[in-house]
C-alpha cells in the first residue's frame, strides 16, 4: 500500500516489474488475491459496461418499451412538439403518438397499448418506460393497474436500461430528419416524417428476427413494397367532381402535391398541397414531371432552328422543393381557388397507382 501510494496510485499489477526497469525501490511480492484502496474506489470508480440483454419477450406485445422524444424545434401542423413511442419487444414493431405537451403523454400512452391489445389479439403484460415525471404519477400508475399492465422503470439517468426505446427514438429522428433534408420541404412536416419512417420500418426485415420484417411476424403475410415512393415526390392528385366548388368541363381535374406518406388502409396516401397549405389523404394521384425552364421549347426555338432538340420532361428535383415552395404549410392562403377548395377535403378517393419517373433522362413518348 505505501509504494502504491508513492508511485502516485499505480495499480499492483506492474509491481513485479518495477525492480528490473527501475532502480531505488525494494522488493515487493507479487499482490496475490483483490487489491483494495479506499481512495481509488471512491475517485477512480467508473460505470461498468452493460450487459446484453438476455431475456426474450415469450410473445407478441408482452412487453412494450416505451419513451418521449422532443420538443422539435418546429411544431407539426396540428401543434404537437413532442411523440411518445410504443415498441413491442417481440415483434419490433413500433408506433408513434404525437403530443403537444408532455403532460399528454399518461393519457396516449394507455391508448395505444389498448388498441394494440385489440388489433392483435393479445394483452400487454409489461410496460417499460423512462422515471420522467408524467409516467411516474399516481394517475398513470392506477391507469396501468386497471389495464393489469406492470411497470417496469429505468434506472434515473441511465438511458441503457431503456435502451430499445432510446435507441428507437434516436433512429427514427435521425431518419426523419434526412427525408426533410433531401426532399427540400421544410420543418413543419416532421410529423409526416416520423410517420413515414415508422411506416416503413415496420416492413423492413430485421436482424433480430430472421430477417423478417415486424410486418410479417405479426400477421404472417410478407409485406409488398411495391407501392413505396420517395417521400416528397412530386405528384398530380385527382379530384373528384363532386368536390369541386366551381364545376366544368374545362377546369383541371388534379392538383399538384407531394406524397409524404401512407395511411394505413391500403392504396391511401398523404399528400402535402402547397397551395392549400394542408395535407390531405388520396388514393387517385399520377406522378408528376416537370420541363426544366433551360430546356423549355419556345415558339422561335421550334420555326427558326433546323434541327430543333425535343425538351426532355423530367421529374422535379426533390432538393428544389424547398426553393419553389418555401413557405409550405407555415400560413393559410386567404383565397384558395376553385380547384384548391376541392382538394381540401381530407378523402378523396381507388385507381391503378402508376409508378413515379425512375430516371431524370426518361424520355416521355410524343
Same mark, same amino acid.
Not at 408524467?134 to 394517475?139: D, G, I, N, V
Not at 426485415?205 to 412530386?234: C, I, R
Not at 422535379?316 to 422543393?321: D, F, H, N
Given at each position: 500500500?505505501?509504494?502504491? !501510494? @508513492?508511485?502516485?496510485? &499505480?495499480?499492483?499489477? $506492474?509491481?513485479?516489474? #518495477?525492480?528490473?526497469?527501475?532502480n ?12 483494495? /484502496?479506499?481512495?481509488?474506489? @471512491?475517485?477512480?470508480?467508473? !460505470? ?20 418521449? /422524444? ?42 395505444m ?11 400487454? @403484460? ?18 396501468l393497474?386497471? &389495464? ?13 436500461? *431503456? ?5 428507437? *427514438?434516436?433512429?427514427? =429522428? ?11 420541404? $421544410? &420543418? ?13 420500418? *415496420? ?17 404472417g403475410?410478407?409485406?409488398? #413494397? ?20 366551381? @364545376?366544368?368541363? &374545362? ?6 402535391? #407531394? ?10 396516401y ?19 414531371v416537370?420541363?426544366? $425552364? ?13 434541327a ?18 418555401? *413557405? ?10 376553385? #380547384? ?8 378523396i ?11 431524370? =433522362? ?5
Amino acid at each position: 500500500m505505501q509504494l502504491h !501510494r @508513492k508511485l502516485a496510485h &499505480l495499480p499492483p499489477s $506492474p509491481f513485479t516489474t #518495477l525492480r528490473t526497469h527501475t532502480n531505488g525501490l525494494p522488493a515487493v511480492p507479487a499482490v496475490k488475491g483483490t487489491f483494495d /484502496c479506499n481512495a481509488c474506489s @471512491k475517485c477512480k470508480y467508473i !460505470r461498468t459496461i452493460f450487459k446484453v440483454r438476455t431475456t426474450v419477450s415469450p410473445a407478441a406485445y408482452y412487453t412494450v418499451h416505451s419513451d418521449i /422524444c422532443g420538443p422539435f424545434s418546429v411544431p407539426t401542423p396540428g401543434g404537437s412538439k413532442y411523440f411518445i413511442s410504443a415498441i413491442d419487444e417481440y415483434s419490433h414493431r413500433a408506433e408513434v403518438r404525437f403530443i403537444k405537451t408532455r403532460d399528454e403523454a399518461p393519457k396516449a400512452l394507455p391508448n395505444m397499448l389498448t388498441l394494440a391489445a385489440c388489433q392483435y389479439d393479445t394483452k400487454v @403484460k409489461v410496460g417499460q418506460t423512462d422515471n420522467a415525471g408524467e409516467l411516474t404519477s399516481k394517475w398513470f400508475e392506477d391507469k396501468l393497474a386497471k &389495464l393489469e399492465v406492470r411497470h417496469k422503470l429505468s434506472i434515473a439517468y441511465i438511458h441503457e436500461t *431503456n435502451g430499445i426505446a432510446e435507441r428507437f *427514438n434516436g433512429t427514427v =429522428t435521425d431518419s426523419a430528419r434526412t427525408l426533410l433534408f433531401d426532399s427540400g420541404l $421544410p &420543418l413543419s412536416l416532421c410529423g409526416e416524417a416520423l410517420t413515414h419512417t415508422v411506416y416503413t420500418r *415496420n416492413r423492413i426485415p430485421h436482424a433480430a428476427l430472421n430477417n423478417k420484417s415486424p410486418h410479417e411476424v405479426l400477421t404472417g403475410e410478407m409485406p409488398d #413494397l411495391g407501392y413505396l415512393q420517395p417521400f416528397g415526390s412530386p405528384a398530380h392528385v385527382f379530384v373528384l367532381e363532386a368536390r369541386r366548388r366551381t @364545376k366544368g368541363k &374545362l377546369l383541371a381535374r388534379s392538383g399538384e402535391g #407531394l406524397l409524404v406518406g401512407y395511411d394505413q388502409q391500403r392504396n391511401q396516401y398523404h399528400f402535402g398541397i402547397p397551395s392549400l397549405h394542408r395535407v390531405v389523404i388520396s388514393r387517385d394521384f399520377k406522378g408528376r414531371v416537370v420541363m426544366p $425552364p433551360s430546356e423549355v421549347i419556345t415558339i422561335d426555338t421550334l420555326a427558326f432552328d433546323a434541327a430543333p432538340s425535343m425538351a426532355r420532361l423530367v421529374p422535379a428535383s426533390l432538393a428544389e422543393t424547398h426553393d419553389r415552395y418555401p *413557405n409550405l404549410f407555415e400560413s393559410a392562403p386567404s383565397e384558395p381557388s376553385s #380547384l384548391e377548395s376541392a382538394t381540401s377535403s381530407s378523402f378523396i378517393s381507388p385507381s391503378v397507382l402508376g409508378p413515379f419517373p425512375s430516371s431524370p =433522362t426518361e424520355s416521355p413518348t410524343l
